[in-house]
């Protein structure tokens, strides 16, 4: 067996909060450390801002619908108990 660990295959992106591959993703360095971000959330701070809003309103729409999916989840899991 090897004691080597393998590189994951994607990164978590702090800004849009989901995974990417790692070829898609740049390490930032904040005040807090070190963090992933994706190179679209990147390129996306460089437009205009109505291109930026219209970015943020799909990020957002896309988290809240995943979180709308997962507490649909877990109201079904409780519901069945």
Do not use: F
């Not at 590189?7 to 702090?14: D, G, I, N, Q």
């Not at 291109?51 to 069945?80: F, H, T």
């Amino acid at each position: 067996m090897s004691a080597e660990k393998k590189e994951p295959a994607t990164r978590y992106c702090y800004h849009c909060r989901t995974h990417h591959p790692v070829e898609e993703m740049k390490l930032l360095i904040t005040k807090t450390g070190s963090r992933w971000r994706c190179v679209k959330s990147i390129e996306a701070v460089r437009r205009s801002k109505d291109e930026r809003d219209q970015y943020g309103r799909q990020v957002s729409a896309a988290n809240q619908a995943e979180a709308s999916g997962r507490a649909r989840i877990l109201n079904k899991i409780q519901s069945e108990k």
